[in-house]
């Protein structure tokens, strides 16, 4: 399910993907799945209402993929690091 190539969080194309990611993987499993797998992840934080929301953790948690809106704000911060010359305050890269 997972794609073999690895995804750059900065291209344009990254949201395209993530969301194809969300869909094929929602179509694929059952909410009680999706919960089975956070279990397994042992996820300990507040289960959202949504079942995408549920999926979306999976994503991040499982494959590394960070929402689009979080690969946006991290891209943002590295810009910022690197204009003020300063590499060292870049956010530390989880993904």
Excluded at 72 to 87: D, F, I, S, T, Y
Aim: charged share 25%; glycine share 6%.
């Amino acid at each position: 399910m997972k794609p073999s190539y690895l995804v750059n969080f900065e291209d344009a194309s990254y949201e395209a993907e993530y969301q194809a990611a969300v869909k094929r993987v929602m179509n694929a499993f059952k909410g009680d799945q999706i919960l089975e797998f956070l279990n397994g992840l042992k996820y300990e934080g507040k289960l959202p209402p949504t079942r995408r929301e549920r999926m979306e953790i999976l994503l991040e948690k499982s494959w590394g993929w960070a929402p689009p809106h979080v690969a946006k704000h991290l891209a943002q911060q590295r810009v910022e690091a690197m204009v003020k010359g300063n590499p060292n305050s870049l956010p530390a890269d989880n993904y």
